[in-house]
T-cell receptor, first 113, second 114 residues
């Protein structure tokens, strides 16, 4: 049982480039979410999904897209990277019955120059 | 809106010292409350939770009591260890647009010295 996995661990992008952060979970959890963590800001919700085929925006969705074609995978796409998107990104999942007990991945540290 | 305020860090303690990290919240209705811990280089892990007033959550020697009258959920541990060095996040549940989400505080970094 690998839990929540994220790739890559580190990434450097130039302004305007696009990329996809991968997230997968093997616990058959319905709920998945993406957060960004910035110094002094705590964690802020970007997008979330309550099940395959269903996604919704969180607190800071601009500049990011998501899709949920399977229960296991929830990729986060940066369409045109900006320096303001330099952050640590965490993916999380939880079973529907324990919605708030989220299991977090190890994070992706993204730098946009 | 709903929010969580926790004490600013960093907090530095010696081993075996008593720990308190304050957390207060603002919420409509009756949220569930959580403490998450983030060890260096890792993602967050649920440490403890309380789902209604006067509930006490506990785990690994840490405790927190849901106090509705003071809207607080302070984290305490009687004797900290070096291995407790981490960032601690207080969080509450939030129902928004028919969906349930977590709202996190900004985190408090704890360093425990031997």
């Amino acid at each position: 049982n690998a839990g929540v996995t994220q790739t890559p661990k580190f990434q450097v992008l130039k302004t305007g480039q696009s990329m996809t952060l991968q997230c997968a979970q093997d616990m058959n959890h319905e709920y998945m979410s993406w957060y960004r963590q910035d110094p002094g800001m705590g964690l802020r919700l970007i997008h979330y999904s309550v099940g395959a085929g269903i996604t919704d925006q969180g607190e800071v969705p601009n500049g990011y897209n998501v899709s949920r074609s399977t229960t296991e995978d929830f990729p986060l796409r940066l369409l045109s990277a900006a320096p303001s998107q330099t952050s640590v990104y965490f993916c999380a999942s939880s079973p529907r019955e324990g919605l708030y007990e989220q299991y977090f991945g190890p994070g992706t540290r993204l730098t946009v120059t | 809106g709903d929010s969580v305020t926790q004490m600013e860090g960093p907090v530095t303690l010696s081993e075996e010292a008593f720990l308190t990290i304050n957390c207060t919240y603002t919420a409509t209705g009756y949220p569930s409350l959580f403490w998450y811990v983030q060890y260096p280089g890792e993602g967050l892990q649920l440490l403890l939770k309380a789902t209604k007033a006067d509930d006490k959550g506990s785990n690994k020697g840490f405790e927190a009591t849901y106090r509705k009258e003071t809207t607080s959920f302070h984290l305490e541990k009687g004797s900290v260890q070096v291995s407790d060095s981490a960032v601690y996040f207080c969080a509450l549940s939030l129902t928004q647009g028919g969906s349930e989400k977590l709202v996190f505080g900004k985190g408090t970094k704890l360093t425990v010295n031997p």
